[in-house]
């Protein structure tokens, strides 16, 4: 997919969450987000996603973006006036969204931040590549920076994709009614607890008696104290906030 046309409309209005990808590589998308879940959800409106490619504002006869970084060093940086007049392009004064660039510098996701993101009306996502953009245009186009984790990507793509992935499982209609979401893993700051399925007994190991048992109380109980102890062990940082 390139250029700035959504990939997928439902009615006039179009969908509630609306996402615009500004990216040297339009191509890459809807990449993994054209699939399972996600691509079912895009193909059926629930959803839009369009990427917009940045190097439409490049300058020259190789429409370049990027420039050596000022005070030396290896590398090359995004210029600001490009960055700006494709932000300005794709999302242009009044747009409601809020506008992210993905950026290791950036506050970490979170499954809050995720959460309150699927229930607005989409983003504008900023990709990085090189070393990074230019930091005045952050400030000036009010940039929220996010992070996906503490190692660096080459990219801002996968970063966006990651983003953008745990936002559209929680769009209502997205996930089966069963499957809200509200159980997972951090949703009540504790990660999950447990699954198991099918065979009964497998190499030995047998599924724990309780999970059989028909008392739902009980298995309620299991599985609360499996969370809080899961968390103990592998993320005591979260019973800390
Ligand atoms: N020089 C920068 C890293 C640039 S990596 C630094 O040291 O901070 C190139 C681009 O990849 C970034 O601009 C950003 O858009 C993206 N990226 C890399 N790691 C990321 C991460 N952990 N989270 C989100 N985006 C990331």
Redesign the pocket.
């Known amino acids: 997919m390139s250029g700035d046309q959504p990939s997928a409309q439902a009615g006039p209005a179009g969908p509630a969450f609306s996402c615009t990808v500004l990216t040297l590589y339009p191509d890459m998308f809807p990449g993994p987000l054209g699939q399972s879940l996600a691509g079912t959800a895009l193909q059926e409106g629930l959803w839009s996603l369009s990427a917009y490619d940045i190097r439409q504002h490049g300058q020259g006869r190789h429409r370049t973006v990027d420039d050596t970084t000022a005070g030396g060093g290896a590398g090359m940086v995004l210029r600001a006036d490009i960055l700006a007049a494709a932000i300005d392009a794709a999302s242009p004064a009044g747009d409601p969204r809020p506008r992210l660039l993905?950026?290791?510098?950036?506050k970490p996701l979170t499954q809050a931040r995720v959460r309150e993101l699927a229930t607005g009306s989409g983003a504008v996502i900023v990709?990085?590549?090189?070393?990074?953009?230019d930091e005045r245009v952050i400030g000036a186009r009010r940039l929220e920076e996010?992070?996906?984790?503490d190692?660096?990507?080459?990219?801002?793509e996968m970063?966006a994709m990651v983003l953008l992935d745990a936002c559209v499982r929680l769009i209502p209609g997205v996930m089966g009614k069963e499957a809200s979401g509200e159980d997972e893993s951090f949703e009540h700051g504790l990660l999950e607890y447990p699954h198991y399925t099918r065979p009964r007994e497998w190499e030995g190991q047998s599924i724990p008696d309780i999970l059989l048992s028909g008392d739902h109380k009980k298995i309620a109980q299991w599985r609360r104290d499996q969370a809080l102890h899961l968390t103990q062990t592998r993320r005591p940082d979260l019973l800390k906030r």
């Not at 190692?151 to 801002?156: A, D, F, K, R």
């Open positions: 993905m950026s290791p510098r950036g990709c990085g590549r090189f070393e990074g953009v996010v992070s996906i984790g190692y660096i990507l080459s990219g801002g970063a």
